[in-house]
């Protein structure tokens, strides 16, 4: 269920001055393409989040998506998931919202949805879920509320239900660290970014982009209650989890 108009990211391309990253009406309009662009094997996390989300989503229960930008996440999984799933849309950014809306309706999606605008820095308000999934948004929470977040989300999730959590982590060595940096960087590179848009947006990510070490996430998925914790995919520096509660 491709939805079309997709618009190139240059945002980085030429020089600017230095300002933090947001997801604004700019990033908004050039989002599926960056995300493509940036994320290995994105296509690839995209499928396995559905694949697992069609195991754990029950009749009669919510699907959320938090941080669901344009909502390519729930394109790809409405038709591996069951009838009777409610699936919600959340993001504390209106354009990305705007362009979530637009694109749903532009679409057959077949089950009921809603879109939601909210930060997650305020809360977040999950009931009867059997299956959140946060693909890359939790490292844009501030780190001191970021465990208030799993919490809250893990008490709205039913028995057996998961977190699906995507995340860009840290390496605990610092040789391995820089070493996974540069592959990333040079796999942004292979995908047509030139080194000043790579240097620009690191810049801008800087203090926006708070990632944790593969461990923190662990600890703290375990600390919220979630009974079985595993790594579903790895590269380099980005790491998939699922948590049952
Ligand atoms: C990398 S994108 C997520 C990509 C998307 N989940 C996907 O699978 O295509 C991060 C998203 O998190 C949202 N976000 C960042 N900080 C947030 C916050 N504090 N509350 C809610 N949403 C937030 C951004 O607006 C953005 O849409």
Redesign the pocket.
């Known amino acids: 269920m491709e939805i079309a108009r997709i618009v190139r990211d240059e945002l980085f391309r030429e020089k600017r001055q230095a300002k933090d990253f947001d997801?604004g009406e700019d990033t908004a309009k050039v989002?599926d393409d960056m995300?493509e662009r940036s994320i290995p094997f994105y296509s690839e996390i995209?499928r396995m989040i559905g694949e697992m989300a069609a195991d754990f989503a029950v009749p009669g229960t919510n699907l959320y998506?938090?941080?669901?930008?344009?909502c390519?996440?729930f394109f790809q999984i409405d038709p591996l998931v069951a009838e009777g799933v409610k699936f919600i849309g959340?993001?504390?950014?209106e354009s990305?919202i705007a362009r979530a809306n637009e694109k749903m309706a532009e679409s057959s999606i077949t089950h009921p949805y809603e879109l939601v605008c909210?930060?997650?820095?305020d809360g977040v308000s999950i009931e009867n879920a059997s299956v959140v999934?946060?693909?890359?948004?939790l490292q844009?929470?501030r780190p001191l509320r970021r465990t208030r977040v799993v919490e809250e989300i893990a008490s709205g999730i039913n028995k057996d239900g998961c977190l699906i959590l995507v995340e860009k982590v840290l390496s605990p060595d610092s040789l391995i660290n820089r070493l996974f940096i540069k592959y990333y960087y040079e796999l942004k590179k292979r995908n047509g970014y030139s080194e000043m848009e790579i240097a620009q947006k690191r810049e801008a990510l800087e203090n926006v982009l708070i990632p944790y070490h593969y461990f923190e996430n662990l600890d703290m998925l375990v600390e919220c209650g979630f009974r079985h914790c595993e790594m579903f995919f790895r590269w380099y520096n980005f790491c998939g989890m699922i948590a049952v509660k």
């Open positions: 997801f989002f995300l995209q998506d938090i941080g669901c930008s344009t390519t996440t959340t993001d504390y950014s990305m909210s930060d997650l820095n999934i946060m693909n890359l948004v844009f929470v």
